[in-house]
């Protein structure tokens, strides 16, 4: 990790794998396709896809991290060829569970047990920002797998303005106080500034072609909890927040997905 980033811990949390077997085994998955059916993250991939596909024949994707299989289903009824893999069993039972026909395999996103240069989208929403190393490992196994010219769509906590505002005030707090401050709980997650995460694509000769701000809503919400305890608060946060988007769309993302493409 050469870059200072904010990090993430949870109370009283499980082991790696222990956390997210639990986590797996308590979703729904017919609730999970239908929010993904109306998800803006969705709609902005299959865009790109539909108009990358003019150029592709009988077009492969890998979804790395895919969870219960939601993106397989909502791929698949496009007519998608679309394979997932998780480091989850619990998560792949799930999904087959739902879906027997579902083409989902446990593996790690850190080594996938695939060929090089099989696959012509990778999809990765919400799962590199998990491993304390850093990204970088389930990069360099995403960018082996993809065909050259493929496309990897990956998202991943953004550093927007009110979580870098935060972190001055702290860091001004600990120089005024001379008191480091004190984390609880495990490691969960990192976030990242947009230069910092494109540049670490870059670097790994991943092409950046667009960033999008997303979950404007989410990323507020989260600054400040406590409206969450308060319906009129919270709907009045959300209103706000799609205003936000509107005029300011970089001020309170929670994710920022970024469309790269592997180069020659």
Not at 85 to 105: G, I, W
Not at 229 to 252: G, H, M
Request: net charge positive; proline share 3%.
């Amino acid at each position: 990790m050469k870059s200072p980033r904010k990090v993430e811990y949870l109370k009283n949390r499980a082991g790696e794998v222990e956390f997210w077997e639990e986590h797996w085994h308590k979703q729904d998955v017919k609730k999970q396709v239908e929010q993904v059916e109306k998800d803006s993250v969705t709609l902005i991939v299959w865009g790109w896809i539909q108009h990358a596909t003019e150029e592709r024949q009988n077009p492969r994707i890998l979804d790395g991290g895919c969870g219960t299989g939601r993106y397989l289903v909502y791929f698949g009824k496009l007519g998608y060829d679309i394979i997932g893999a998780d480091n989850s069993a619990n998560a792949v039972r799930v999904a087959k569970n739902f879906d027997a026909n579902l083409k989902v395999v446990q593996a790690s996103v850190l080594d996938l047990p695939f060929d090089s240069q099989s696959f012509d989208y990778y999809l990765s929403f919400g799962v590199l920002e998990h491993f304390i190393d850093g990204p970088e490992q389930g990069l360099r196994e995403a960018y082996r797998v993809l065909k050259k010219d493929g496309m990897l769509f990956l998202s991943v906590p953004f550093m927007n303005s009110l979580r870098l505002l935060e972190e001055h005030l702290w860091t001004l707090r600990e120089k005024i106080f001379n008191k480091q401050r004190a984390f609880e709980g495990d490691f969960y997650q990192y976030y990242f500034t947009k230069k910092e995460f494109k540049s670490i694509l870059c670097s790994l000769g991943l092409e950046v072609l667009k960033g999008h701000p997303i979950n404007q809503e989410l990323g507020l919400l989260r600054a400040m909890p406590f409206v969450r305890k308060n319906r009129f608060s919270n709907y009045l946060t959300l209103n706000l927040a799609k205003a936000i988007k509107l005029f300011l769309p970089w001020f309170s993302p929670h994710m920022v997905l970024f469309v790269c493409r592997k180069g020659s």
